[in-house]
């Protein structure tokens, strides 16, 4: 069941566009890298996606709402985590949980209920205490995708979350969220580390604003290395590009 | 209903918590007012003479008239305190997780605006207790008229603030923001002088605090102390609120305002 779907959306700054006809449909319970380079588009894909902008060409559907008609039902169905870490750093783990929670229009027993299962699933419940500063890249980054899960939404989209972190914390997250992907949730994971996809996962290629390939990652490879297809790709549209 | 609510209380919970963990904005904002209430208004006390006005039914001293500018100026550096700290949220990127809410925009900013108010409220009835120690004490029940026209005044400057901080690109840009917003909208207005006694020096600089909306943020707050009903003051203050907000719902609409327009040139 596709539960995501943008379709010939297109985006400019200024003269230059930045999002060109991008389509993508994406289904329940899988885990699809958005993958490409730094500058690709990625970025204010997610904006679009997150409303933060907002554009006249095409369309952006999120649980079967449309994100320009019914923006707080699509938002609703989403959870964000963005590149830029978002926390109050001086507040305690449980008290930014409750601070989104309440965002989210969630109070009392409620919060609390999802609040602790969201820490539960991401083993941090014993640190629901600690003042955010006190915790450790890792930990922040596993905070903001409790987070983003409080409100049980349906598609989970991730700005390159792993930016910064030390190799076992990057392997425990990219791991964690592949494992919430399994219990039905869309992971929508913008990256352009090719190590942090599965063979079975959905992979899109971005880059310069289009959409180069929409596959599995162990079919795009078709044998070889993720890194070497993903070369390949880009470096034929530069060319491309470059013959005019 | 109640998630609005929700929302609301968890917004001036976190701007109230914020407030009183910054100790220096929490002392500045008291010292300020203090400083301009013991030292500057001791000297001019000689220097200005002025006349009996309403709400004033007996000859006062210059302090006792400067207290009610002093309100509005707390308020006012309130609320670009507040409109500053939007505008580093926004750079930091937790302004992200208000605007992505599935509440709506205008709701959440009006909670922002609403929870500044709250703590420029708690700020003012600091002041008037400080002064009163210093023998500059107001009607008794002036302090209750007080309330509602605080509430009116600093959501106005709060929408304003809120305005303001739709506008301004980077944090860079915020010292700028301030000397042509605070000292103007402060200096040309009827918080430390009369407009007659203004209208004396230069009937232009008369007629622009005339049109200056914290003008009748003052006066509004002047009237109250006194029990006494400024509807001029409360007209004009209540159009200025409804003008800055929509300015900044425009400002922070995706498809319109600022946010789209910082999107343009390179990332």
Redesign the interface.
């Known amino acids: 069941m596709t539960i995501f779907s943008v379709r010939n959306v297109s985006y400019s700054y200024g003269p230059k566009k930045a999002l060109d006809d991008v389509t993508i449909d994406l289904e329940a319970g899988r885990f699809c890298a958005l993958l490409g380079p730094n500058g690709a588009g990625k970025s204010t894909l997610f904006n679009l996606l997150t409303r933060l902008f907002v554009t006249r060409e095409g369309s952006i559907r999120i649980a079967g709402h449309d994100l320009a008609r019914e923006p707080r039902k699509a938002l609703a169905a989403l959870g964000v985590v963005f590149q830029q870490p978002t926390l109050d750093l001086d507040m305690s783990v449980a008290w930014n949980l409750k601070y989104f929670a309440a965002l989210q229009g969630l109070s009392g027993a409620h919060a609390k209920k999802r609040i602790d299962a969201a820490l539960a699933r991401l083993d941090m419940s014993e640190r629901a205490r600690e003042k955010v500063r006190e915790l450790n890249g890792g930990h922040r980054r596993r905070m903001e995708i409790a987070r983003a899960l409080i409100h049980e939404p349906k598609v989970l989209l991730l700005d390159e979350p792993t930016v910064g972190l030390d190799i076992e914390s990057r392997i425990a997250i990219t791991d964690h969220v592949h494992d919430l992907s399994q219990t039905g949730l869309l992971v929508f994971w913008a990256t352009h580390l090719v190590d942090e996809i599965r063979p079975s996962d959905d992979v899109v290629v971005l880059h310069r604003g289009r959409i180069l390939k929409h596959e599995r990652a162990d079919s795009l490879c078709a044998g070889g290395r993720l890194q070497d297809a993903f070369k390949a790709l880009t470096s034929r549209q530069q060319a491309e590009v470059d013959a005019g | 209903m109640?998630?609005?609510l929700?929302?609301l209380?968890?917004?001036v919970f976190?701007e109230g918590?914020r407030f009183i963990?910054q100790r220096s904005r929490f002392f500045a904002a008291l010292v300020r007012p203090m400083v301009w209430l013991v030292v500057f208004a001791a000297g001019f006390r000689a220097a200005l003479g002025l006349s009996i006005i309403p709400p004033y039914q007996t000859y006062i001293t210059y302090e006792v008239y400067i207290v009610p500018g002093l309100c509005g100026m707390i308020q006012l550096f309130n609320a670009m305190q507040s409109s500053l700290s939007l505008v580093y949220d926004r750079e930091?990127?937790?302004m992200?997780?208000?605007?992505?809410?599935?509440?709506?925009r205008g709701w959440?900013l009006f909670c922002k605006i609403l929870a500044g108010t709250i703590v420029s409220i708690v700020q003012v009835y600091v002041f008037l207790a400080l002064a009163a120690l210093f023998g500059i004490d107001m009607p008794a029940m002036g302090y209750v008229y007080l309330f509602p026209a605080l509430v009116l005044s600093g959501l106005m400057l709060g929408a304003l603030g809120l305005f303001i901080s739709s506008t301004i690109r980077q944090l860079e840009n915020f010292a700028g923001v301030m000397n042509f917003v605070i000292f103007p909208m402060f200096f040309l207005s009827s918080a430390l002088y009369p407009l007659w006694k203004m209208a004396e020096s230069s009937p232009l600089l008369r007629d622009i605090c005339a049109f200056n909306p914290f003008t009748y943020a003052v006066e509004l707050i002047r009237f109250s102390l006194y029990g006494q009903f400024n509807g001029a003051a409360l007209m004009w203050v209540a159009l200025s609120f409804a003008v800055f907000m929509t300015g900044a719902l425009i400002g922070y609409d995706?498809?319109r305002g600022m946010?789209?327009h910082r999107?343009?040139?390179?990332?």
């Open positions: 109640k998630s609005y929700t929302a209380q968890a917004i976190r918590w963990n930091m990127g937790s992200r997780l208000l605007l992505t809410s599935p509440l709506p959440l995706p498809a946010l789209r999107a343009v040139g390179p990332k």
